[in-house]
């Protein structure tokens, strides 16, 4: 592979259009594929090239990234889609899908000779995506790494996992522990309400404090603006927390917070539809109450920033 890789980047969506866009924009020639043409269109405005499909992209790439929602859409395409069989012999494929362990050690046992596969999920939500600030967990053999990383580091900060799959096993547990404190966060508010404190001052107080978190940041203005953040769906936190659970029965321990989080994401999900905003998680708690964590304020959405 040259210096400066050529890339194929399949899946346009929430973060994998924003992703796309900067790697074009940093001087890569990208051969970029989604099924939505819109999607297709944006990042050919930032200076993608557009490939006639999926296979194309693979064939044309030194380096393929796919960002794609679930688990399934990565083995259709892969697979089924004959992207794996397109990839060319000494180029690599980076998965930046938040994905099944197990699938990902499979598909890599049956990428051609010559292909290696890394994966690389990623963290940080649509604005880290947009503003090259998220946080890579990138798992594979020292080789595969060091070829992937220059172009990963566009996007934001690289961490070395471990083995192929290991990048995934990070991500799971950093959404694991994303997950309980968002469903927390909900219960912290009422606590709070009910006792008469200000939301804005209980806010302050929590940021302030031990109770400080990436979610008590991040996440907190998508609850007081009323709007829970559509930019991720309680469909895909049920997809997540299904793939922790798979990993949760190889340890020989009861992990009993991850089950209460799965199960508060399953109700509202059960409430409100799973493909709503996933910080319902937060209004099935203020309904249940009879409270509101409404809250006066410039609350800009953080994928409009």
């Given at each position: 592979m040259s210096e400066r890789p050529t890339l194929g980047f399949i899946g346009l969506g929430t973060m994998g259009g924003p992703m796309c866009a900067r790697l074009a924009r940093a001087g890569y020639t990208v051969h970029a594929y989604d099924l939505d043409p819109q999607r297709l269109e944006a990042v050919v405005a930032a200076g993608a090239?557009?490939?006639?499909?999926?296979?194309?992209?693979?064939?044309e790439a030194d380096l393929l990234l796919t960002s794609l929602p679930r688990p399934d859409h990565c083995e259709a395409l892969m697979r089924a889609g004959g992207v794996l069989a397109a990839l060319r012999p000494?180029?690599?494929?980076?998965?930046?899908?938040?994905?099944?362990?197990?699938l990902l050690h499979a598909l890599a046992q049956e990428a051609p000779a010559g292909v290696a596969v890394a994966d690389s999920p990623v963290t940080g939500a649509v604005d880290g995506a947009r503003g090259g600030?998220?946080?890579?967990?990138?798992?594979?053999?020292?080789?595969?790494?060091?070829?992937?990383?220059?172009?990963?580091?566009?996007?934001?900060?690289?961490i070395d996992c471990g083995a192929l799959g290991t990048g995934n096993v990070v991500k799971l547990v950093t959404n694991q522990l994303w997950f309980v404190h968002a469903?927390?966060?909900?219960?912290?508010?009422?606590?709070?309400?009910?006792?008469?404190?200000?939301?804005?001052?209980?806010?302050e107080a929590i940021k302030?404090?031990?109770?400080?978190?990436?979610v008590a940041?991040?996440?907190?203005?998508?609850?007081?603006?009323?709007h829970y953040d559509p930019?991720?769906?309680?469909?895909?936190?049920?997809?997540?927390?299904?793939?922790?659970?798979?990993?949760?029965?190889e340890v020989q321990a009861p992990l009993p917070m991850t089950v209460a989080?799965?199960?508060?994401?399953?109700?509202?999900?059960?409430?409100?539809?799973?493909?709503?905003?996933?910080?319902?998680?937060?209004?099935q708690i203020e309904e249940d109450a009879g409270l509101s964590f409404r809250l006066a304020g410039d609350w800009t959405p953080p994928w409009e920033q």
């Open positions: 090239r557009a490939a006639h499909s999926a296979i194309d992209a693979a064939a000494g180029s690599a494929w980076v998965d930046l899908t938040t994905n099944s362990v197990p600030t998220l946080t890579l967990f990138l798992g594979g053999g020292p080789d595969v790494v060091a070829r992937a990383r220059p172009v990963l580091e566009h996007l934001g900060r690289v469903a927390a966060l909900g219960e912290g508010f009422a606590l709070g309400r009910q006792h008469g404190v200000d939301l804005g001052v209980l806010w302030a404090s031990v109770g400080d978190s990436f940041r991040h996440d907190a203005p998508s609850i007081f603006a009323g930019s991720f769906t309680l469909d895909l936190c049920l997809k997540d927390l299904g793939l922790i659970a798979e990993l949760s029965h989080a799965h199960e508060t994401f399953a109700r509202a999900g059960d409430r409100y539809g799973r493909d709503t905003a996933e910080l319902h998680v937060a209004r």
